[in-house]
């Protein structure tokens, strides 16, 4: 392979008396692509790449270059296939855990364009960043409530619970007759290696996925004669390299879970040290003046940590590739030596301790709640104040999309966490009688999830009602576009409703802010609740009224049996991610949309497989112009289509000017545009149509992703090219002799108006290599 690869590159060069060579490079969308479907040929080669993304060829196709061209129709054609960097073997189902973790991720780069506000825009990322860690930590204390409190604490300190589940029998003080293991302490201890584990799996998975995805070096270059220094944020060197600060919140998020299991344990034993108000009660002042020093250690190390989040954001002007190997190894080191102390501590032998009730488990969650509420009213002021700079009207909820994203990876992995403790909670006390159960906010947040969804029920059936209405409006459209066929209702039916739907789309934001809102205001009202009364919804509302008893009681137990439910799915989809590819996929394209964008808030969320993409495509696009002197068409479908732009960025200027783009089915206003104005708004899209030689857009008023780039003035219409028909024919015809399907997202090849196209960019590249420092740009 690397010979063929050496031959196609070098072959075309040397021979001037051949007509400069023309390919086009093809970059498939979501849920991936086989090469052989891409190029329509069973025989493929791998030209360049591994088996997570490459580059395929025709076999025909193998020394195209330094073939003779005469009578050849169109370019050669190759295949860029990367669906393998987010659907691979069954590891990819654990990512699954790291929903809230991406989510909160993507609120880092949907923040407002700003002019001249450096300091704001590193602000929001601070802020964003504080709420990444605030989930790390409640993660942690999720999987330290099912461990240490229900299972070591609650379960196997109480006779019956013990006795139903027998491996919990060496943990119980009645089952064990006092063995050295039913010691509190010693439970505690053994318990906390749940959690410890669960931080050391992140910690590998976030290391490991490093390795094998966002190492590539983009391509190194030096700044050309004359050529601008004021690009947009995707073209800088340093962009789709951020090692450095993966590295720094790497060892912070693992030093912060770690700190999270030693403070739990850490409390509750220094608590009993301290002794109760009883001033007969045994009480070691010795050992609660250890207590007192371990968690004052506890309390400056997690200062340390909130420090190094704080401290430094991305470096993108430049490729920096230095590591603070000091801070990223010691960090977490010392906050597993403090967790090795608590452990120790936990386990010293303490008379008369007895286990009751529940760990002080409901002023920790309460913290995270609150500290992250109060994160995202922060963002949102910091996202209103960089809107108002430079105000985009097709934003994204005005610039406030970043806060509600970053409410709702804060909401999900309070439902998470909450699931978790819910779920082991009833497998554990079937009857509910033996043990007091989570923490009373985790079930005050449960109980705000039948009301959060009616709002959402409520919203969808408005959403339903208006798409009703479009689609009325879309028979008339639908006849319109089709003059002089015979009507047949059905038809006409079929695709004024694809139509209609294929709107929701540009509804998300409405979706979005509606959710987010109304579970920041419901969330507020739990931790209010449960703060309040110390007692479950249930309980709090037996003084009250029929009615709000009632409510409460029907909203606990629907929401507890929700969230057990979402529980229960969640693991059984998992589970057959883990076994079954198809499944696998589905999650693949999951994780095309939600991991392109580098991890710059949490370092524990999915790979960022767009680090390993947009260099390959880089290098691949330099290498052959710079050796063949040729035209290459940039050819992107979906999430193809963004990836292709973000390679186009990342040209010099004369490598810009070879290429010209192609793009159909994308993304890249109707929702990267929207939701992403920093990155993809209307100045970074209309800067690279001027630099690309030529650009052309394809859509269709059927496909729910791709959509116009509506560019300003006269560039709009010399990038989109007027809505596809779909179907291509309304009845029968002599072409079509079976009825036409409905295409939607899909299989814009198979238009004509796509080879039109390319054959028209083809046509207007240059014949020769633009001079340096040249934007290449030809008008289009």
Not at 172 to 194: E, F, N, Y
Not at 351 to 360: F, H, N
Request: net charge positive.
């Amino acid at each position: 392979m690397e010979r063929v690869q050496e031959h196609v590159v070098t072959s075309g060069a040397d021979r001037p008396d051949r007509p400069e060579p023309a390919l086009e490079l093809l970059v498939h969308g979501v849920g991936g692509a086989t090469p052989q479907d891409m190029l329509g040929d069973p025989r493929t080669v791998r030209i360049t790449g591994d088996d997570t993304a490459a580059v395929f060829r025709r076999a025909a196709d193998v020394d195209a270059e330094s073939a003779t061209t005469d009578g050849r129709a169109g370019p050669i054609r190759e295949a860029y296939v990367w669906c393998n960097l987010t659907s691979g073997n069954g590891t990819r189902a654990l990512w699954l855990l790291l929903l809230p973790f991406m989510v909160v991720n993507l609120a880092h780069w949907m923040r407002p364009t700003a002019l001249d506000r450096k300091r704001t825009v590193r602000f929001y990322g601070l802020l964003v960043r504080l709420a990444g860690l605030t989930l790390t930590v409640l993660l942690v204390a999720a999987a330290c409530e099912v461990a240490l409190d229900l299972a070591a604490w609650q379960c196997a300190g109480t006779r019956a619970c013990a006795e139903r589940h027998s491996w919990l029998g060496f943990l119980s003080p009645a089952v064990s007759h006092d063995s050295w293991w039913s010691r509190p302490g010693r439970r505690l201890a053994l318990a906390a290696l749940v959690p410890t584990a669960l931080t050391v799996l992140l910690w590998y998975l976030s290391r490991r996925t490093w390795s094998a995805y966002e190492s590539q070096r983009p391509l190194p270059r030096s700044p050309e004669p004359d050529e601008e220094t004021g690009h947009g944020s995707l073209g800088r060197p340093g962009f789709w390299y951020g090692r450095r600060l993966v590295a720094r919140l790497r060892a912070a998020h693992t030093a912060a879970g770690l700190l999270t299991v030693a403070a739990a344990v850490t409390v509750s034993t220094a608590a009993f040290d301290r002794g109760p108000d009883d001033p007969h009660a045994p009480a070691s002042h010795a050992l609660a003046s250890l207590g007192t020093l371990l968690e004052t250690a506890l309390a400056a190390l997690a200062f340390v940590v909130v420090y190094v989040v704080c401290r430094r954001g991305r470096s993108e002007n430049r490729l920096d590739q230095a590591l603070d190997r000091r801070l990223v190894r010691w960090l977490p080191l010392g906050a597993l030596l403090l967790l090795a102390l608590a452990l120790l501590y936990a386990a010293w032998p303490r008379p008369g301790w007895e286990s009751s009730g529940r760990l002080p488990g409901d002023a920790a969650f309460g913290g995270i709640a609150l500290v992250q509420g109060l994160l995202v009213i922060a963002l949102a002021v910091v996202a209103r104040l960089l809107h108002r700079t430079h105000p985009d009207p097709r934003a994204a909820m005005r610039g406030l999309g970043g806060p509600a994203v970053a409410m709702l990876a804060c909401a999900l992995g309070g439902v998470m966490s909450g699931g978790v403790s819910q779920r082991v909670s009833d497998w554990l006390d079937g009857t509910g009688t033996s043990i007091a159960g989570p923490p009373v906010l985790l079930t005050w947040q449960a109980s705000v999830i039948p009301p959060l969804l009616l709002v959402v029920l409520v919203l969808s059936a408005g959403l339903g009602h208006r798409t009703w209405r479009l689609r009325r409006s879309e028979l008339g459209a639908v006849a319109h576009d089709y003059p002089g066929e015979r009507r047949d209702h059905a038809r006409t039916a079929r695709i004024a409703s694809t139509r209609a739907m294929a709107a929701l789309t540009d509804r998300g934001p409405l979706l979005v802010a509606v959710t987010s809102t109304t579970t920041l205001l419901l969330g507020t009202g739990a931790l209010v609740g449960a703060f309040t009364t110390d007692r479950t919804p249930e309980r709090a509302g037996e003084q009250g009224q029929a009615f709000v008893h009632g409510a409460a009681e029907t909203a606990q137990g629907l929401g507890s049996w929700l969230i057990g439910l979402g529980f229960i799915l969640f693991v059984t989809w998992g589970r057959r991610a883990y076994k079954d590819p198809a499944a696998r996929r589905t999650i693949g394209i999951l994780w095309d949309v939600g991991t392109f964008w580098p991890r710059a808030a949490h370092p524990f969320a999915p790979p960022c497989y767009a680090e390993r993409a947009v260099p390959d495509l880089t290098w691949r696009i330099a290498t052959w112009t710079r050796a063949t002197g040729g035209r290459l068409v940039l050819s992107g479908h979906s999430q193809g289509s963004v990836l292709a732009a973000a390679a186009a960025w990342q040209l010099t200027p004369s490598q810009r000017g070879r290429v010209a783009l192609l793009t159909y089915g994308s993304p890249l206003e109707r929702l990267y545009g929207r939701w992403f104005p920093a990155h993809f708004g209307p100045a970074a899209l209309s800067r690279l149509h001027q630099e690309v030689d030529c650009w052309r857009n394809l859509y269709r008023l059927t496909d729910p992703i791709g959509g116009p780039v509506r560019l300003t003035g006269d560039c709009g219409p010399e990038v989109d090219r007027g809505p596809l028909k779909d179907p291509l024919e309304y009845g029968r015809t002599a072409r079509h002799p079976l009825p036409a399907p409905i295409l939607g997202h899909s299989d814009y090849q198979a238009d004509p108006a796509f080879a039109e196209e390319r054959e028209r960019l083809l046509a207007r590249l240059r014949p020769d290599v633009p001079p340096q420092g040249s934007s290449g740009r030809s008008s289009a």
